[in-house]
């Protein structure tokens, strides 16, 4: 059957084909408005999905902290049509030097149209993730914290610590490493406590900057936990070895920063005037399960590890970009009877897989004899490009292919923004439905028109003949059999509507 050259049903907002079958007030709270439960909202809203976000802080933190985005979040924006918005914000820098801070060039030639780091101060991320979801119709509701929860067969009703009770059918925990959601919820959070901890702040310092650089430099061959770098504004990142181990929920002291640089550089640098001061550990934690019912966990209240290789924000939005359409597919009534089991099944194995990768990278922060000589071995090994560009894609996470079952190598995994015939292809996925990509021109999504978009004669860049992508831009199948076809498009998107 000939199709035309793109296809596609009308979104949601303009026809609403699965009504709402209780008469509860939202289908989704989130609890937590960080980077992963904003991009959750934003993903249930592209389907229509009644969406609350509860924030317990009043106002976003004080202190501006700079993350990376890593490739793969960096395609994900540019699959919702975010990317130029965020690109203003941020600095771009080679996709290099990312594992245990070792300084090796970006490989050539990685397989992404968006092949290097975001640089971008984490506050401007969460609030331009959470305009995006408010854009599409999501509420936020800031100084409201969860203090409890029941599920039942029809819902979750969720008590705020105010005495309000609030109705949503899922709940979903994106409220960080002590999430109240997570230990409410009874879910074991096993792993390793913290061993190290590490001071993080930002002040002025009181010496000359070439001081600063040479001291920082001699320092900073044998101790990767340790840097002073310019801020701006006369102000100074400030990273230095905590004594030991103390209460995170009490913020170190200008005391304790001058107390560790003395011990570790010979002097303090006359630091003063900070604007924030942190610390952060490596514990390394990962929780049993992802889902009880319909009570889910996403981002750091499903794992925690520490910040080195800068991948905990991505891992999170990562989570969310793979559960938004699945949990929406569930509310609007068309999901198969499995696929929201498989946001754990895909999931948990990618976060065991960073959690590990950490692991290692900090091992290789150790200042002892043996983990010194292990990454002067590393170092020498990352000089093969295979060895260096395996260790750069686990970081960036475009290593990724989940289990679909047997088929060729591209199955499972996604697929990078090649160039179609109406521009680029993640320019096709801002909506957030299926898109099948058809060279032959003779197959059609049928009855899935609904939930999936059909491109015929999509490309010669493609090497196969057809291409099915869900949502999350992932390769669903592969083929050129209408049959087949149609057996998977009822595997990931459901019976297909009269």
Same mark, same amino acid.
């Given at each position: 059957?000939?199709?035309?050259? @793109?296809?596609?049903? #009308?979104?949601?907002?303009?026809?609403? #084909?699965?009504?709402?079958?209780?008469?509860?007030?939202?289908?989704?709270?989130?609890?937590?408005?960080?980077?992963?439960?904003?991009?959750?909202?934003?993903?249930?809203?592209?389907?229509?999905?009644?969406?609350?976000?509860?924030?317990?802080?009043?106002?976003?933190?004080?202190?501006?902290?700079?993350? $990376?985005?890593?490739?793969?979040?960096?395609?994900?924006?540019?699959?919702?049509? *975010?990317?130029?918005?965020?690109?203003?914000?941020?600095?771009?820098? #080679?996709?290099?030097?990312?594992?245990?801070?070792?300084?090796?060039?970006?490989?050539?030639?990685?397989?992404?149209?968006? =092949?290097?780091?975001?640089?971008?101060?984490?506050?401007?991320?969460?609030?331009?993730?959470?305009?995006?979801?408010?854009? &599409?119709? =999501?509420?936020?509701?800031? !100084?409201?914290?969860?203090?409890? @929860?029941?599920?039942?067969?029809?819902?979750?009703?969720?008590?705020?610590?105010? $005495?309000?009770?609030?109705?949503?059918?899922?709940?979903?925990?994106?409220?960080?490493?002590?999430?109240?959601?997570?230990?409410? &919820?009874?879910?074991?959070?096993? $792993?390793?406590?913290?061993?190290?901890?590490?001071?993080? $702040?930002?002040?002025?310092?009181?010496? /000359?900057? %070439?001081?600063?650089?040479?001291?920082?430099?001699?320092?900073?061959?044998?101790?990767?936990?340790?840097?002073?770098?310019? @801020?701006?504004?006369?102000?100074?990142?400030?990273?230095?070895?905590?004594?030991?181990?103390?209460?995170?929920?009490?913020? /170190?002291?200008?005391?304790?920063?001058?107390?560790?640089?003395?011990? +570790?550089?010979?002097?303090?640098?006359?630091?003063?005037?900070?604007?924030?001061?942190?610390?952060?550990?490596?514990?390394?934690?990962? =929780?049993?399960?992802?889902?009880?019912?319909?009570?889910?966990?996403?981002?750091?209240?499903?794992?925690?590890? #520490? /910040?080195?290789?800068?991948?905990?924000?991505?891992?999170?939005?990562?989570?969310?970009?793979?559960? !938004?359409?699945? &949990?929406?597919?569930?509310?609007?009534?068309?999901?198969?009877?499995?696929?929201?089991?498989?946001?754990?099944?895909?999931?948990?194995?990618?976060?065991?897989?960073? *959690?590990?990768?950490?692991?290692?990278?900090?091992?290789?922060?150790?200042?002892?004899?043996?983990?010194? =000589?292990?990454?002067?071995?590393?170092?020498?090994?990352?000089?093969?490009?295979?060895?260096?560009?395996?260790? +750069? %894609?686990?970081?960036?996470?475009?290593?990724?292919?989940?289990?679909?079952?047997?088929?060729?190598?591209?199955?499972?995994?996604?697929?990078?923004?090649?160039?179609?015939?109406?521009?680029?292809?993640?320019?096709?996925?801002?909506?957030?439905?299926? *898109?099948?990509?058809?060279?032959?021109?003779?197959?059609?999504?049928?009855?899935?028109?609904?939930?999936?978009?059909?491109?015929?004669?999509?490309?010669?860049?493609?090497?196969?003949?057809?291409?099915? *992508?869900?949502?999350?831009?992932?390769?669903?199948?592969?083929?050129?059999?209408?049959?087949?076809?149609?057996?998977?498009?009822?595997?990931?998107?459901?019976?297909?509507?009269?």
């Amino acid at each position: 059957m000939n199709s035309p050259q @793109f296809t596609a049903e #009308p979104s949601p907002s303009d026809a609403d #084909p699965y009504p709402h079958p209780h008469p509860v007030p939202y289908d989704v709270i989130i609890a937590g408005c960080g980077p992963t439960g904003a991009m959750l909202a934003a993903e249930l809203r592209l389907h229509d999905v009644r969406v609350l976000v509860l924030e317990k802080e009043t106002e976003p933190a004080p202190f501006v902290r700079i993350v $990376g985005l890593h490739i793969r979040s960096l395609e994900l924006m540019a699959m919702r049509g *975010l990317l130029d918005r965020v690109l203003e914000h941020g600095r771009r820098r #080679p996709a290099a030097g990312f594992f245990a801070g070792i300084s090796k060039p970006a490989p050539e030639g990685l397989d992404s149209a968006h =092949a290097y780091l975001l640089g971008i101060p984490h506050p401007v991320i969460v609030r331009l993730l959470e305009e995006h979801a408010i854009q &599409l119709g =999501a509420q936020v509701r800031r !100084g409201c914290a969860v203090a409890g @929860f029941e599920q039942d067969d029809e819902g979750v009703t969720v008590d705020l610590a105010d $005495g309000e009770q609030l109705r949503a059918r899922y709940l979903v925990g994106c409220d960080g490493g002590r999430s109240a959601v997570r230990k409410l &919820l009874g879910v074991g959070f096993p $792993g390793e406590p913290s061993r190290t901890e590490t001071l993080m $702040g930002e002040m002025e310092v009181g010496v /000359p900057q %070439e001081e600063v650089a040479a001291k920082v430099a001699e320092i900073g061959e044998t101790n990767k936990r340790f840097w002073l770098r310019p @801020f701006g504004g006369g102000a100074y990142s400030v990273v230095v070895p905590a004594a030991g181990v103390g209460d995170r929920a009490e913020p /170190p002291t200008l005391q304790d920063f001058k107390q560790q640089l003395r011990a +570790i550089a010979g002097t303090d640098f006359g630091v003063h005037s900070p604007r924030w001061l942190s610390r952060f550990g490596d514990a390394t934690r990962l =929780a049993e399960r992802y889902r009880v019912g319909r009570v889910l966990l996403a981002g750091d209240a499903a794992h925690i590890h #520490p /910040p080195t290789g800068g991948q905990g924000l991505n891992l999170g939005v990562q989570d969310a970009f793979n559960l !938004g359409w699945k &949990l929406a597919a569930q509310i609007r009534g068309w999901a198969p009877e499995t696929l929201l089991d498989t946001y754990q099944t895909e999931r948990r194995p990618v976060a065991e897989n960073v *959690l590990d990768n950490t692991r290692a990278q900090m091992e290789l922060h150790s200042t002892e004899p043996g983990p010194q =000589a292990l990454r002067r071995l590393l170092t020498e090994l990352m000089d093969i490009d295979e060895v260096n560009r395996r260790l +750069i %894609e686990k970081i960036a996470a475009i290593d990724i292919r989940y289990d679909f079952g047997d088929g060729p190598d591209l199955l499972g995994r996604r697929m990078r923004d090649i160039e179609v015939k109406q521009g680029h292809l993640y320019g096709l996925l801002h909506r957030g439905r299926g *898109l099948l990509l058809d060279r032959t021109a003779r197959l059609t999504v049928g009855g899935w028109s609904d939930r999936v978009d059909h491109l015929a004669d999509p490309t010669a860049v493609l090497d196969v003949p057809c291409v099915l *992508l869900r949502p999350d831009g992932h390769v669903a199948w592969i083929g050129d059999d209408q049959q087949d076809l149609d057996a998977h498009l009822s595997r990931w998107f459901g019976k297909p509507a009269n």
